[in-house]
């Protein structure tokens, strides 16, 4: 089974604080992504990545960065957190090739509070 | 991408079939039809998807009519961890960055009932 891991479940930061979110993906897959959900609004991606080092933006990329230093981990940086990025945040991974990239398969989330 | 149209809830008893109707009348003939869950506080999960022929996996069978304007999502023996909301998505593939992006509507809140 593919498995897409994200660090914490839940997380409280205070406004002005780095936060780092973590994704590790072990089915070798070349495309990664990060989302937000927010009721009403629904999924937006934020960023998306084709290979390691290599990252393109998503809809809504002001505000956060990512990095691709391995083929399995991405992971998020919201370098001065603010409350309006209070949401809950979701890794997915695909295998390359056009088809095969709209099997996402997701992680479980991190629900993320700025206050 | 062709606009899709589901029922806001269906339930379904337990160890019966739940069958999950989408519609999507403005389909092109390069469109996919894919099919997600969410369960609640959990990350989405690709469940199927398919072009023209029926499909069946694991998980599901996905019934695609003739002229590819609806289609159903068949879970054979819902089971009470089946309760989620099912979201029927049609795509064309491209290849390349954004284009990958997932986006789901309110899809239908399907309950299983003991």
């Known amino acids: 089974d593919v498995k897409v891991t994200q660090s914490s479940r839940y997380l409280v930061k205070r406004t002005g604080e780095k936060v780092f979110l973590e994704c590790v993906q072990d089915?070798?897959?070349?495309?990664m992504f990060w989302y937000r959900q927010d009721p009403g609004l629904g999924l937006r991606l934020i960023y998306f990545?084709?290979?390691?080092?290599?990252?393109e933006k998503g809809d809504i990329p002001e505000g956060y960065s990512v990095s691709r230093e391995k083929k399995e981990r991405f992971s998020l940086i919201l370098e001065s957190a603010s409350t309006n990025q209070t949401s809950m945040y979701l890794c997915?991974?695909?295998?390359?090739?056009?088809?095969?990239?709209?099997?996402?398969?997701f992680g479980p989330g991190t629900r993320l509070t700025v206050t | 991408d062709a606009k899709t149209t589901q029922p806001t809830s269906m339930d379904c008893a337990e160890g019966r079939a739940a069958n999950l109707p989408c519609n999507h009348s403005?389909?092109?003939?390069?469109?996919?039809v894919y099919w997600y869950r969410q369960i609640h506080s959990q990350g989405p999960q690709y469940i199927i998807h398919?072009?023209?022929n029926n499909e069946t996996n694991e998980m599901a069978s996905l019934i695609i009519t003739e002229d590819r304007k609806s289609s159903t999502l068949i879970l054979p023996h819902a089971t009470l961890r089946d309760t989620a909301v099912y979201y029927c998505?049609?795509?064309?593939?491209?290849?390349?960055?954004?284009?990958?992006?997932?986006?789901f509507g309110k899809g239908t809140l399907l309950t299983v009932n003991p």
């Open positions: 998505i049609v795509r064309v593939q491209k290849s390349g960055g954004s284009n990958y992006k997932l986006t």
């Open positions: 990545s084709y290979d390691v080092k290599m990252k």
């Open positions: 089915m070798d897959h070349e495309n």
């Open positions: 403005t389909i092109s003939g390069n469109e996919y």
């Open positions: 398919g072009l023209k």
């Open positions: 997915a991974s695909s295998p390359k090739g056009t088809g095969s990239s709209y099997e996402q398969y």
